[in-house]
């Protein structure tokens, strides 16, 4: 049974089984749903299995719509909220002692001491009885001051991004609504601003009450009467026609068999999108104007939003707005044009499957940059950066900032070994980062890297972009003499199963991303690079145009990067010997003129 089958036999008994989208499998607990379907018989099996297979999948779209607020929630939420402080307020000063409660108060004391009850002789029961007195008389001043007090937190917390006083608010509200989302979650924490913003405007509201006027309306933009129903924003859909629904199926669907790290990056973009209409808008309404509004949206997107503290737990919209004052940088064109084609690659399968009639992404792409086109390094580009401190020594091997200082601390780990086999092979970065020991080895007399998703995994797991990706790579001679088979050895002796132990996923399960980021710093840290044009993948780049320059056309070096039909071959590794030898030909015409790195040589190596 392989992962994500629908069925499965234990025991004689057939089982129906389903995994748990990535991103609900915190809110239910667990990472796949079994249930036994209580017959050994085949056809029976499959007979009841397509109701629990749609039960499951109703689920995942209901704990779904409840691990987001929708926009015509989030209006209720904050009006509510709202509403319910100045109700408060008005609570509070309804029940104030009025002069004729404090007169007879003070009538009750003087009794009191006329009866002997309250002497001079006894400062405790006085104190008593002129405390509540004095209650009385200043609560009107004692309730101005600490609402005054409040305001004043609460403004200084919004701007540090504490939720502490509205905590309890916000936790009430989702538990009375049912919503499945955890305290410090973007999407918690983004409501819990929006909290923050209503009582901060509710207070001001009760500071004009404090001189008799009652005409004061909602200051803050957000701070609206709701212009749509509860959880229903935009119109209605039909059951199965939300657009929540629609992705859940085009996701269950994976149409271009993509890998699964693609597909969910491709669901997440499309979930920025579906910020801008709700969780239940009907698919079939979605139009080109939506499509417009998300792109203008997108074009002042702020790079990395959701690692931003200022920024954190906000829509799009939300953050695009903060950004007029931070000034962070937007989103590149091209980076624009990946979140358009995931969510055109939703509506083109959404219309053959008749939920739209056509893609309202047809023609809404930007146009290529041609500045943020990647360029290869020149070989005098190369002889710098591989004399520079993470080749050669740094300061140290933890702070990418220190790493630019020339030091002492020999890097020798993924940061080092990942330029340099890109650089003589072609293959991407995520690729080289998840390789397996076992993925590096000796076959028919050559030394290969092997790209797949077979063999021995590791903790980090093995994906690749497409099944054409997965391929046999033989070694470059220069990669052998820089060590790497030591290396390979060394990680063997250590137990280890991943041939980078230091290559990890991020939380969106993309290899090598940080790598990727902090390399481009670390270019202009020792003064390669100046605005775009050189990165990461400019090995990659470098290494077909060395291709080319040694007579190869495209067609006949393109499975070496990747770029090829899917075959069992490519997937095991079992190539014949001479498909193998010319391949390592292939790879032997990989070359630099004027680049020099024998100084990265292991000492033993010619």
């Known amino acids: 049974m392989t992962r994500g089958t629908y069925l499965f036999k234990r025991d004689g008994v057939y089982y129906a089984r389903i995994d748990v989208p990535t991103d609900l499998v915190a809110a239910l607990g667990k990472e796949t749903l079994k249930r036994s ?3 050994k018989d085949t056809r029976e099996a499959k007979s009841k299995l397509p109701s629990i297979i749609a039960e499951w999948q109703d689920l995942f ?15 209720h939420a904050v009006w509510d909220h709202y509403t319910s402080e100045l109700r408060a307020d008005e609570s509070e000063r309804v029940n104030r002692p009025s002069e004729t409660e404090i007169k007879a108060a003070i009538d009750r004391i003087q009794a009191r001491v006329e009866k002997g009850e309250i002497t001079s002789t006894d400062p405790l029961t006085l104190l008593e009885a002129t405390l509540d007195v004095q209650v009385m008389k200043n609560a009107k001043t004692f309730s101005e001051t600490v609402r005054r007090a409040k305001l004043s937190e609460l403004k200084r917390h919004l701007a540090s991004n504490i939720t502490v006083l509205v905590a309890d608010a916000v936790d009430d509200y989702l538990t009375k609504n049912k919503f499945k989302i955890a305290r410090s979650t973007p999407e918690w924490v983004s409501l819990a601003r929006l909290f923050m913003r209503a009582e901060i405007d509710a207070l001001e509201r ?6 008799g006027n009652y005409e004061g309306v909602p200051k803050d933009p957000l701070i609206k009467q709701p212009s749509q129903e509860r959880g229903s924003p935009h119109g209605s859909a039909a059951p199965g026609e939300t657009i929540a629904e629609a992705l859940e199926a085009f996701r269950k669907e994976n149409p271009r068999n993509v890998s699964k790290s693609r597909i969910d990056e491709a669901c997440r973009d499309i979930g920025i999108f579906i910020q801008t ?24 997107y702020p790079v990395r939003a959701t690692e931003v503290v200022d920024l954190r737990g906000l829509t799009i919209a939300e953050a695009v707005a903060a950004n007029e004052k931070l ?18 690659a939703f509506c083109s399968w959404a219309a053959v499957n008749g939920y739209i009639t056509t893609n309202p992404c047809q023609g809404m792409a930007l146009p290529k940059e041609r500045r943020s086109k990647t360029l290869p390094f020149t070989s005098d580009q190369m002889n710098i950066l591989f004399r520079s401190p993470l080749f050669t020594g740094a300061q140290s091997g933890d702070k990418w900032s220190l790493i630019a200082r020339p030091g002492n601390v020999m890097i020798r780990d993924h940061r080092f070994w990942v330029p340099l086999i890109m650089l003589f092979t072609g293959a991407r970065p995520g690729e080289i980062g998840q390789l397996a020991l076992s993925d590096v080895r000796e076959e028919h007399g050559h030394w290969i890297m092997h790209i797949t998703t077979e063999g021995d995994d590791h903790e980090q797991g093995k994906t690749v972009k497409t099944e054409g990706s997965m391929r046999v790579v033989p070694l470059h001679p220069e990669l052998i003499k820089l060590g790497l088979l030591t290396y390979h050895k060394e990680r063997k002796a250590a137990g280890d199963r991943q041939l980078f132990p230091g290559a990890t996923r991020n939380e969106r399960g993309q290899m090598m991303s940080d790598l990727s980021r902090e390399f481009g710093k670390y270019l202009k840290r020792i003064g390669l690079k100046d605005g775009r044009g050189l990165s990461l993948y400019s090995f990659r780049h470098g290494a077909a145009d060395a291709l080319r320059r040694a007579g190869h056309l495209d067609e006949q070096f393109g499975f070496l990067l990747g770029h090829t039909k899917a075959s069992m071959t490519q997937r095991y590794g079992l190539l014949p010997q001479g498909m193998l030898d010319q391949r390592v030909e292939l790879i032997r015409s990989i070359a630099y003129p004027g680049l020099q790195l024998g100084h990265l040589y292991l000492p033993t190596q010619p």
């Open 37 to 39: 379907l209580k017959t």
């Open 61 to 75: 779209i209901a704990t779904r719509s409840k691990l987001a607020v929708s926009p015509s929630d989030r209006e």
């Open 206 to 211: 009760t500071m004009e009450r404090d001189v």
């Open 277 to 300: 209409v709700g969780l239940r808008f009907p698919i079939a309404n979605v139009t080109k104007k939506h499509v417009r509004d998300w792109k203008a949206l997108l074009m002042k």
């Open 327 to 344: 000034k962070r940088p937007v989103l590149s064109d091209r980076t624009v044009n990946r979140y358009l084609s995931s969510l055109s």
